[in-house]
Each structure stands twice: as C-alpha cells, then as structure tokens.
C-alpha cells in the first residue's frame, strides 16, 4: 500500500515527515520544536496509523498524533 496523507479532503504526497509534506503542500500547521517534545504539533487521526522517525515526549491522546516526527504507515486521515 501507498503511503498518502489525507486531509482536509486532498491528498498530500508524502515527502518526509507529515509536517515536512502537508508544509511541501502549502498547508501551514503550528510547529515549534520539530523533534516530538513540545506536542504544539498534535493533529487527530482519523484513520489509518503512523510510523515515528524519533520518540514522540510530547503529550498526545490515543487519537492523536505529533506530525514533526511521524510519517505514514500506509495512508492516513489528519483532521485539521
Ligand atoms: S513541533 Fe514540537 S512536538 Fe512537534
């Protein structure tokens, strides 16, 4: 299977990390330490599941995940 981001309707190809990609596609989200410890990054997952390139510290949810640091196992859905 393919990896692709979905969101916000449209598909992200990915190119690094989901932060990296959905930034590649002109979509901007909040960022600050770009290495999975602030959590400012946090997006809801609707579907699908992640790989991480590092250990995510930052606190997050079951749903959720930090896309500084995590790329797509598969495709994924991110809510906005
Ligand atoms: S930007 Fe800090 S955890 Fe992702």
């Not at 990296?20 to 946090?42: A, D, H, M, P, W």
């Not at 992640?50 to 994924?76: A, H, N």
Request: proline share 4%.
């Amino acid at each position: 299977m393919q990896n692709i981001i979905r969101y916000e309707g449209r598909i992200i190809p990915v190119v690094g990390t989901i932060l990296e990609s959905l930034e590649k596609s002109g979509i901007s989200i909040e960022s600050q330490c770009r290495g999975g410890f602030c959590g400012v990054c946090t997006r809801k997952i609707r579907s699908g599941s992640v790989v991480y390139t590092t250990e995510p510290l930052g606190f997050m949810d079951d749903d959720e995940i930090l896309t500084c640091c995590s790329v797509p196992k598969g495709e994924v859905e991110i809510e906005v």
